[in-house]
């Protein structure tokens, strides 16, 4: 596809449940970020892929959030153990090399845990 | 620890008046992006500033940097209602490979 895609794209979860979350960058793009957007609110840095360095995972709020990058291409984010305040719009990007470069984002996952 | 507060947070203009957001950090920053999210949308970049003083224009959009880079604001002149939505500012750490995004602006035009 020409953008970044991710899937589902609504999520609805009981408290306590477990779930994925799938990103597939812009063919190419060797750096891959995920973000989270509470209503209302900025955008919040979670974990970044950049070829095949260890990801930066400085940005993941507990141990329950985690992050696959598979082949250098697609990625999943894992949430365990959901919690209400998990709620919020989680964001997919990629870039071609790294930071400096624009950032193309998806369309997004909206989570609601009940 | 390091932030990027923007003001401000919300603002009502009517169509044709001009708007500024003001992006501010807490520390020196090696360059600056800003990007548009309209209402239900994502993140779509508009531009990114690196140099001290830089001053970039997009049609009625201004963006400009500040001298110490520790600032930068985004100005639209004579607004249209297709100018709505959120304006984010996001800035790499002086030394780092990262962006912190700014809270963000909510333009409402009203026709």
């Known amino acids: 596809g020409a953008g970044v895609s991710q899937s589902p794209s609504n999520k609805v979860t009981e408290k306590g449940k477990d779930v994925e979350l799938r990103c597939d960058p812009i063919?190419?793009?060797?750096?891959l970020y995920w973000y989270r957007q509470s209503l209302g609110q900025g955008l919040e840095f979670l974990i970044y892929?950049?070829?095949?360095?260890?990801?930066?995972k400085s940005g993941l709020p507990s141990d329950r959030f985690s992050a696959e990058r598979t082949g250098g291409s697609v990625s999943t984010l894992t949430i365990q153990r959901t919690q209400q305040e998990d709620s919020a719009v989680y964001l997919c990007?990629?870039?071609?090399?790294?930071?400096?470069?624009?950032?193309?984002f998806g369309p997004g996952t909206r989570l609601t845990v009940l | 620890g390091q932030q990027v507060m923007q003001i401000p947070q919300y603002q009502h203009v009517q169509e044709g008046e001009d708007f500024t957001t003001y992006c501010n950090s807490s520390t020196t920053l090696s360059n600056i992006q800003w990007y548009k999210q309209r209402p239900g949308g994502h993140p779509v970049f508009l531009i990114q500033?690196?140099?001290?003083?830089e001053v970039k224009k997009q049609k009625r959009l201004t963006f400009q940097f500040g001298e110490a880079k520790k600032n930068s604001s985004l100005h639209i002149t004579a607004t249209q209602t297709t100018d709505v939505g959120t304006y984010f500012c996001?800035?790499?750490?002086?030394?780092?490979?990262?962006?912190?995004f700014g809270t963000g602006t909510r333009l409402k035009v009203l026709a």
């Open positions: 990007a990629s870039s071609k090399t790294g930071w400096t470069d624009t950032q193309y």
């Open positions: 500033l690196v140099k001290s003083g």
């Open positions: 892929f950049q070829g095949n360095s260890a990801p930066d």
């Open positions: 063919s190419g793009h060797t750096a």
């Open positions: 996001a800035g790499q750490i002086s030394g780092t490979y990262k962006y912190i």
